[in-house]
């Protein structure tokens, strides 16, 4: 990988890492809304364009963070963002009770704003 980016210019890797961050800032501003499968994988680009740039840089702080970045979001979509309980208050948590996931917990929630067993309910059609 590192002779790939020997070849590109600076000013080309730093767009990587640019476009990087700007996924990863992208990502995290719209997390609720993009739900649990696109959310890491826009994790998974953003830290690669990250990395890529810091390799050529040769910042290794920087690469280790990102790989551990790639990581946990490869767990998360591999999870399938799934969390094993519901937290006590999910209906209380969501404001808005047409919301399809717990904010605090990420639960999968029913029109009635109740936690459902993500492995009995089938996702719920985009609104």
């Avoid at 002779?3 to 767009?15: E, G, K, Q």
């Avoid at 996924?23 to 953003?46: C, D, H, Q």
């Avoid at 790639?70 to 767990?75: F, S």
């Avoid at 919301?99 to 309910?121: E, I, V």
């Amino acid at each position: 990988m590192s002779v790939l980016l020997a070849a590109l210019s600076p000013t080309m890797v730093n767009l990587i890492g640019s476009l990087g961050a700007g996924v990863l800032l992208l990502a995290y501003s719209r997390k609720e809304r993009w739900g649990r499968r696109l959310y890491p994988i826009m994790n998974i680009i953003g830290a690669a364009g990250l990395g890529a740039s810091q390799v050529f840089t040769e910042s290794w702080p920087g690469v280790a963070l990102e790989v551990v970045w790639i990581g946990i979001a490869v767990h998360d979509l591999v999870r399938g963002g799934r969390r094993l309980r519901a937290c006590s208050g999910c209906a209380a948590s969501t404001p808005d009770r047409a919301a399809s996931f717990c904010s605090r917990c990420g639960a999968r929630l029913n029109d009635a704003g109740d936690p459902q067993s993500p492995t009995l309910s089938p996702p719920s059609p985009p609104v």
